[in-house]
């Protein structure tokens, strides 16, 4: 069974129905996809028609109904809803997503403790999902009917241990880590090695949208981050410059493929892929390989030095981001929304806290 694994998919702005070139743009990487049995993407918007936002985010973004279009068009077969955008438009439009995706054939987990099971003569696969409190995502699960999967240490523990007794191989989806930075966080590291210790699975890691190391740990493979597979600029109703930009590191991501015989990953392969603004390409040379290597090595070195330099460089993403704010962007942010994101962000430390950093 071939599985393929693709980064953060953000069908807003140009990559849309309404843009006339949009399949002529996802041609050569559609090409490779059809290729496949199955086809996993983060799915990093709601897919709705309603226009109200759920309060307390810094942006919201969302995608027609008719994208799913462009889903089929790449072979996408299932999605993981489990991530800190798929609520922005409350619960009105979480379940206009569920159900658009349902009407459309396309399989998705993350949600409401579903996973989902893949089957042929020969394997048999289960694909979970969590968002980790630290994205500050909205519509958790916790004790409620619906919602995202909270990545809970012993949640993810006790499903992986009942979907190995049950005779299934597990890939499971994490949001997790900080935005835009090459090097996990420590302790995403210590919860992907922990779980390998009792159960062998892939860590199918987005939310950095920018990519991150690869390591084969005992019979497990981690993939820390793949980045963005089509994600455009974000602007809100603040400005007219967008909030975020994406700039070279965002557009260079891979595709994984994973060639799974008798439930075991048999071997990968790492497909760089590059948005250079016309089309979504796959680039011959091996610019992108060399970077993962790179950010793959300082997975292995000392914890103390590996923290050091992680935080230099996170120290120096958050100056680069403070330098861009005067008195305007601050008067801006007087309003009900702030006051909810850091009430939101408050709580959301305080279950990472004891849902996840405590037990590793």
């Excluded at 800190?84 to 399989?107: F, P, S």
């Excluded at 690869?214 to 493979?221: H, T, V």
């Excluded at 790492?270 to 793959?296: A, H, M, Q, R």
């Amino acid at each position: 069974m071939k599985i393929a694994l693709i980064g953060d998919i953000g069908l807003f702005g140009k990559y849309t129905i309404q843009n006339p070139e949009i399949k002529e743009y996802f041609r050569e990487v559609s090409s490779l996809l059809k290729k496949m049995d199955v086809v996993i993407g983060n799915l990093e918007v709601p897919v709705c028609k309603t226009e109200i936002q759920k309060k307390g985010k810094s942006a919201y973004i969302k995608s027609d109904p008719e994208n799913i279009e462009l889903l089929k068009f790449l072979n996408i077969t299932h999605v993981s809803l489990a991530n800190n955008h798929v609520y922005d438009y409350g619960k009105k439009g979480y379940i206009e997503t569920r159900e658009n995706l349902e009407r459309n054939g396309i399989k998705y987990f993350g949600i409401e403790n579903k996973v989902e099971f893949i089957e042929d003569s020969e394997n048999k696969i289960a694909l979970s999902g969590y968002v980790c409190y630290s994205t500050n995502a909205l519509g958790y699960l916790e004790n409620n009917p619906i919602g995202v999967n909270e990545l809970d240490f012993d949640k993810v523990h006790n499903n992986l241990l009942q979907n190995k007794e049950k005779g299934y191989f597990n890939i499971v989806s994490f949001h997790i880590g900080e935005e835009h930075i090459h090097y996990p966080n420590i302790n995403h590291i210590k919860l992907a090695r922990k779980l390998s210790n009792e159960v062998p699975y892939v860590f199918y890691g987005h939310h950095p949208h920018v990519l991150q190391g690869i390591e084969r740990y005992k019979d497990s493979l981690h993939l820390y981050s793949l980045g963005n597979f089509c994600f455009d600029d974000v602007y809100t109703k603040k400005s007219k410059e967008p909030l975020i930009v994406q700039k070279k590191i965002n557009k260079e991501s891979v595709i994984i493929i994973l060639n799974i015989e008798n439930n075991n990953v048999l071997d990968y392969e790492i497909v760089p892929i590059f948005d250079n603004g016309t089309e979504i390409s796959l680039p011959k040379n091996n610019v992108i390989k060399e970077k993962i290597k790179k950010y793959s090595s300082y997975l292995d070195i000392k914890e103390d030095m590996y923290m050091k330099i992680r935080m230099d460089i996170l120290e120096e993403y958050l100056n680069s981001r403070k330098q861009l704010r005067n008195f305007n962007w601050y008067v801006k942010r007087l309003n009900l929304d702030s006051f909810l994101m850091i009430k939101n962000a408050k709580n959301n430390y305080v279950n990472y806290k004891k849902v996840l950093l405590d037990k590793l």
